[in-house]
């Protein structure tokens, strides 16, 4: 069974020698197949310091920014297939026809 424990970092080094393992991908420090896992109480998670609550409010951003990324299309959208390999950003030559932007030979002098 494994237990993830909050190890600050001053305190890395001794949780290691005990057998404490990194997870990476989570950014914290964890037990695996441990019986007495009494060496490592001081660092176990309480239920008051936000564990808990951590993914129910990542959920709720996630899903909050999932709205705000939504992009609405009018009736009158039509994709285009790129041209060229140039970024989007970019108009080239040979993109120049299809862009949306006005091209460099039309702008009016300064």
């Not at 424990?5 to 001794?14: H, Q, R, S, T, Y």
């Not at 020698?17 to 001081?42: C, N």
């Not at 299309?73 to 970019?90: D, K, L, N, T």
């Amino acid at each position: 069974m494994r237990t993830n424990l909050k190890v600050p970092f001053a305190e890395k080094d001794e949780a290691k020698k005990l057998g404490a393992r990194w997870d990476a991908a989570r950014k914290l420090w964890y037990v695996e197949g441990k019986a007495d896992l009494t060496p490592f109480a001081r660092w176990s998670p309480s239920p008051h310091d936000g564990a808990a609550a951590a993914p129910v409010a990542a959920k709720a951003a996630g899903r909050k920014m999932e709205a705000s990324s939504l992009v609405i299309v009018g009736s009158g959208y039509r994709a285009c297939p790129p041209v060229c390999e140039c970024p989007p950003w970019e108009v080239c030559p040979r993109c120049e026809g299809v862009s949306f932007s006005t091209p460099a030979s039309a702008k009016a002098p300064v």
